[in-house]
């Protein structure tokens, strides 16, 4: 092992890496050009590791980081199965995960020796990569508290597994797990090098059961990104809940301090779909009629009553002939609050394509939908049995995997870990 | 014909560890964060060390003078999310460690140690290494137990079990090579079933006798498109001729070669030495062999027999492992119960599918599902990312 790769010491007397830090500092230093008081002010408080690396979104806090973080513009998601019988096997694993997630996201290795004569525990292909907004959020599924590891006594309500829904085409294995583990970062490669490492630091406890990459966001979570589209051309998700809105985040995502249990107090639960979009047959469509389907216009994401964006949709409205201007079966009719009980999701959704569909040669593309909520079975459940069962746009998507992971509160520092009041 | 069964060597080498006083220590627990201090009732027991790990702090243990004898060293780590083992070292050897000790966790681990110098080294913790000195005499136990003698009579072990199983090899192969010049095809599918295993019990120590244009593992292993096909021979070629082409002819002068082959692979490993990493690796190989071509079925592509290929490697695996499992264990008594656990968790999964009606001891590997592929393969997988640790462990 060479000098350089020895951890050092640097003036705040915390240890990192110097390749890693000699390139932070790089950066941060042209950033903060005229303003060093600044960021050696910073370093007193947090590692200076932490401080200097650029694109870094803190870990520690009330609420995992990757679900009120302004969507990133990659993901990877991973289920994976608990394969070990022992529970204090799973609590070591969520151990490890939480110290790599604390390395990983400040741009650091998974930690460890480094020793010519066994392989390095940090497989290496982000070495030299910022972190680029990776955020990493671990959660269980329903699965995890039945009698194998005596948490059923624990299982939240809200963590139900999804009842069959109309429009329901899934896959086995490509549904369920009993933990989730989602990386989002601008770069891709930060965010699959999470996935692969975590599934090595599992290896004899859990295995992957699938694992989803996501190309490109199609959601905005918050006010300062503009609205993406979908791999049908359409803005979908306008009337998201945004981070900068406390009041929606605690009345629709943030689990409270009365839930039945507990340790999910300041969690959430996500619900992952797997949407294959038809895209073939969506192409052939007329303008006129896709407008209809979504009930907004294609160019500008203009609800048929509005002329821009951020109109609200006049649900109400009608034509000339006494029609609804937007249509009874319209996508944002039947998912709009006002058509559920004021109901509303945080979508955090990805596009997908894993090829060619080997059956039909056409394209195996579509949505990889992630919605948090505070409860599934008064949202996500509600509203999607009523778009399975109305929405036109049914015809051109089909729900191919699935699954609902309860994520819990944020981590406080390092020596916490995910679920350690569950596992305590 | 009945051989040593390599449970019973792992089983005893179990029993050896333990009879050697080694805790096998494999408690490891949450702890509540803040509550990481060393417990003050061990500060005063020269037999017990508690060592805490911090960003802040580095690696700290509660004294740095204890008494010759058996220690046991407990370790909390705190909040460094850098550091997840601890080792203790006398001069450059590992004595001992706790691996895998994530921040909020602890655990322990027993060294037995003589009077001297030793070093608490915490890898990428600030400051990792710190001076510990053991006074006294430990009351002597067994003298000849001491890690590198066990570990060089696991080699001489091990180069004992390569003889056996290439002289049932060899033996495999004169009888393949008869029923091949006879006219019983249904009698030489059961001679070529019955000989496979014993190679890949140690077909590792094979592919090191590659150099330049001779490949003795080719020369017997090859499969078809490995080599080009006017030099394909061996195993796989007799397979071919046996399982898809269903026809004697022709195969007669392959049988001589493997004869030919597999005795010159006897000569060469008669009498041959092996280093304690070379089994680590050799192990990992044929753990490796399993992964790359059994679980996709891509070795035993005419006959589908390769879940005796896969109890053949990792029966020779496990034997390599149980040969260093009592040095191992007095370094690393956590790792080698890891390992060991994580063997006998596959080799329960690779029980489940033998057939007492099959030749070949096993279900053809074309009656697995998909599931059963996925969960042999988590289970290959299990027991190479621990043995993975083992060569660094055992080289010094």
């Known amino acids: 092992m060479s000098d350089e790769d020895r951890p050092v010491t640097d003036e705040a007397g915390t240890s990192s890496r110097r390749r890693f830090l000699g390139g932070a500092l790089g950066v941060a230093g042209a950033v903060a050009t005229g303003g060093a ?12 590791a932490e401080a200097a690396v650029p694109n870094r979104v803190p870990m520690y806090g009330q609420h ?6 302004p969507a990133q513009d990659r993901l990877v998601f991973a289920a994976f199965d608990v394969t070990a019988a022992d529970k204090q096997a799973v609590a070591m694993l969520l151990g490890s995960w939480a110290a790599a997630a604390a390395q990983l996201t400040n741009g650091l290795p998974v930690g460890g020796a480094v020793d010519p ?20 959020t671990v959660g269980f599924g329903p699965s995890l508290f039945d009698d194998r590891f005596g948490l059923a006594a624990r299982r939240p309500a809200a963590l139900a597994e999804l009842p069959a829904m109309p429009g329901d085409a899934l896959d086995p294995a490509r549904t369920g797990g009993d933990l989730g583990v989602q990386a989002c970062s601008d770069d891709p490669q930060v965010a699959f090098h999470v996935v692969r490492n975590f599934a090595r630091l599992a290896r004899g406890t859990a295995a992957l059961r699938w694992l989803q990459l996501g190309f490109g966001r ?17 803005k979908d998700g306008t009337r998201n809940v945004k981070a900068e809105d406390a009041q ?8 409270g301090k009365g839930a039945d249990q507990p340790w999910m107090a300041g969690g959430s639960y996500a619900v992952v779909r797997r949407i294959r979009m038809l895209i073939e047959s969506w192409d052939t469509d007329s303008l006129s009629d896709q407008e209809r389907i979504f009930g907004r216009t294609k160019d500008a994401g203009a609800p048929l009553t509005g002329k821009a964006e951020f109109d609200p949709p006049d649900l109400a409205a009608k034509d000339a002939t006494g029609a609804p201007v937007i249509d009874p079966r319209a996508h944002i009719r039947l998912a709009a609050p006002e058509t559920n009980d004021g109901a509303k999701l945080l979508r ?7 090829g060619v569909d080997p059956a039909t040669n056409l394209l195996d593309a579509g949505l990889f939908f992630i919605a948090y909520q505070k409860d599934p079975r008064h949202q996500f459940v509600p509203i999607q049995t009523r778009l399975g069962r109305s929405d036109d746009l049914n015809e051109y998507i089909r729900h191919t995997g699935s699954a609902v992971f309860a994520m819990p509160p944020g981590l406080s520092g390092p020596g916490d870990w995910y679920g350690k009041p569950l596992f305590s | 014909m009945p051989l040593p069964s390599v449970r019973r060597l792992v089983v005893a080498a179990t029993a050896l560890a333990v009879a050697g006083g080694l805790s096998a220590c494999g408690s490891d627990s949450d702890t509540n964060s803040g509550s990481a201090g060393p417990a003050s009732s061990a500060a005063s027991d020269p037999h017990a060390l508690s060592v805490t790990v911090s960003a802040a702090s580095g690696c700290t243990p509660d004294k740095t003078t204890l008494a010759a004898g058996a220690i046991t060293i407990k370790v909390t780590n705190k909040d460094a999310t850098g550091v997840s083992e601890i080792e203790l070292l006398g001069g450059e050897r590992i004595i001992g460690e706790k691996e895998n000790l994530p921040p909020g966790f602890s655990g322990d681990f027993t060294v037995e140690v003589e009077a001297g110098t030793y070093t608490l080294y915490c890898p990428g913790a600030q400051p990792e290494k710190t001076t510990l000195t053991v006074t006294g005499a430990a009351s002597t136990s067994a003298a000849d137990t001491s890690t590198s003698a066990l570990l060089d009579k696991g080699t001489k072990q091990w180069g004992e079990y390569v003889e056996t199983q290439v002289g049932y090899l060899v033996e495999g192969a004169q009888t393949l090579a008869t029923a091949l010049k006879g006219t019983d095809l249904a009698a030489a599918q059961t001679a070529y079933k019955k000989s496979r295993v014993y190679y890949e019990r140690i077909e590792p120590v094979a592919e090191s006798f590659a150099s330049g244009k001779q490949d003795l593992d080719a020369d017997i292993d090859a499969r078809e498109g490995d080599v080009p096909a006017a030099e394909w021979r061996g195993f796989h070629r007799i397979e071919k001729g046996l399982f898809a082409d269903k026809k004697l002819a022709g195969l007669s002068k392959f049988g001589d070669e493997l004869v030919t082959n597999t005795t010159k692979l006897k000569t060469l490993t008669t009498g041959l030495s092996y280093k304690p990493f070379e089994l680590a690796n050799g192990a990992q190989e044929l753990l490796d062999e399993v992964s790359a071509s059994k679980i996709t079925g891509e070795e035993e592509r005419y006959s589908h027999i390769d879940l005796l290929d896969v109890q053949g490697n990792v029966e020779g695996a496990e034997q390599a492992f149980a040969d260093l499992q009592p040095g191992l264990a007095k370094i690393d008594p956590a790792l080698a119960s890891s390992v060991s656990t994580q063997f006998a968790a596959l080799n329960a999964l690779v029980d489940k599918y033998r057939s007492k009606t099959e030749p070949s001891g096993f279900k053809l590997y074309s009656e697995l599902t998909n599931t059963d592929r996925k969960a042999l393969a988590a289970a290959v997988k299990a027991v190479q990312e621990p043995l993975s640790r083992v060569a660094s462990k055992v080289t010094h």
């Open chain 1, 248 to 255: 929606a985040l605690a009345d629709h995502v943030w689990v």
């Open chain 1, 37 to 48: 008081g600044f960021a050696l002010g910073e370093l007193s408080a947090r590692s200076p």
């Open chain 1, 218 to 234: 199609t959601a905005t979570t918050s006010k300062s990104q503009s609205t993406p589209r979908n791999l049908m051309g359409f």
């Open chain 1, 64 to 69: 995992q980081a990757g679900i009120a973080t």
């Open chain 1, 117 to 136: 004569d066994r392989p390095p525990l940090d497989t290496g292909e982000a070495e030299g990569l910022a972190p680029a907004r990776l955020t990493i």
């Open chain 1, 348 to 354: 955090r959704g990805y596009s997908y394509t894993d």
